[in-house]
């Protein structure tokens, strides 16, 4: 079916919105798999130790959201490429639900601060406890960006003792190279003191999930309109004309419309 300018355009931000929804959800399956099924993280799940509880939580958080992410995109994908109003419909649904969670989330985020800190940390200490047990790879990456994001380095912050001392940051200043801010304390007091930026984060991601939500439904009223053309099928054909009659009647969406043909005319003679 033919989109006119409002639909292509509604079209091509439903895909980019899609392509960033795809990478995001990829990023959080694959490090939510990895650590649930790594050697090193496995037993986490089998023995309640070093925090694990929160720790199993927060994989397990991983792994649905971006099972959740890509499904939608691979539903979405489908709708639009192939303009097929009913995978649309339920497209523009899950972003609905997605949308309501994430400000959900960021409502709540805000309002026990106190409680999502402590978690955060919890998990922070998971993961640090783990490294220094295995001292796997993979987790001196996850270590490595957390400490530079926060600019922190482990638990002690002492260069000295500090057993993840590699994967901190540049020291800012001579004081710094002797001890570093910790990452419990970094982290508890982000979540004190920037609550409102992280709930304004979330509500962001779901008034951009409501935007494309609007995308999704201008789209689907586009296809809806562009099918409402009808179609004249003639009454009497010819035998050779019925797979072709049976071919544009099975896709449209509601009833043909259809006229019997004119008779044939009868023209005078013209007599010499």
């Given amino acids: 079916m033919a989109l006119d300018g409002c639909g292509t355009v509604c079209k091509y931000i439903l895909l980019i919105f899609n392509l960033f929804f795809a990478v995001l959800g990829?990023?959080?399956?694959?490090?939510g798999l990895w650590l649930r099924f790594s050697e090193n993280t496995r037993p986490l799940f089998e023995v309640e130790s070093f925090?694990?509880?929160?720790?199993?939580?927060?994989?397990?958080?991983?792994?649905?959201?971006?099972?959740?992410?890509?499904?939608?995109?691979?539903?979405?994908?489908?709708?639009?490429?192939?303009?097929?109003?009913?995978?649309?419909h339920v497209y523009a649904t899950l972003l609905f639900f997605l949308a309501v969670a994430e400000i959900v989330v960021g409502v709540l985020a805000?309002?026990?601060?106190?409680?999502?800190?402590?978690?955060?940390?919890?998990f922070y200490n998971s993961i640090y406890t783990l490294f220094t047990v295995t001292e796997d790879a993979g987790i001196a990456v996850t270590l490595l960006f957390i400490h530079n994001m926060l600019h922190c380095c482990g638990v002690t912050g002492l260069s000295i003792i500090e057993v993840v001392k590699k994967t901190c940051p540049a020291p800012n200043g001579f004081l710094e190279q002797i001890v570093m801010?910790?990452?419990?304390?970094?982290?508890?007091?982000f979540f004190n003191n920037n609550a409102p930026m992280v709930m304004a984060i979330f509500i962001g991601i779901g008034v951009s999930l409501i935007f494309a939500l609007s995308c999704s439904i201008a789209l689907y009223y586009k296809l809806a309109n562009s099918s409402?053309?009808?179609?004249?099928?003639?009454?009497?054909?010819?035998?050779?004309?019925?797979?072709?009659?049976?071919?544009?009647?099975?896709?449209?969406?509601?009833?043909?419309v259809i006229f019997t043909p004119l008779t044939t005319v009868t023209m005078p003679m013209v007599q010499t």
């Fill in 51 to 88: 925090n694990a509880t929160t720790f199993v939580i927060s994989v397990i958080v991983l792994i649905v959201l971006g099972f959740v992410m890509l499904l939608v995109v691979i539903v979405g994908d489908y709708a639009i490429c192939n303009q097929k109003k009913r995978a649309l």
């Fill in 110 to 122: 805000y309002s026990r601060r106190d409680l999502v800190g402590r978690k955060v940390v919890e």
């Fill in 228 to 256: 409402t053309s009808h179609y004249l099928i003639l009454s009497n054909i010819t035998p050779s004309m019925t797979v072709s009659q049976h071919e544009l009647v099975s896709d449209l969406d509601q009833e043909p």
């Fill in 26 to 31: 990829t990023a959080m399956l694959g490090v």
């Fill in 181 to 189: 801010p910790t990452c419990p304390g970094v982290i508890s007091d």
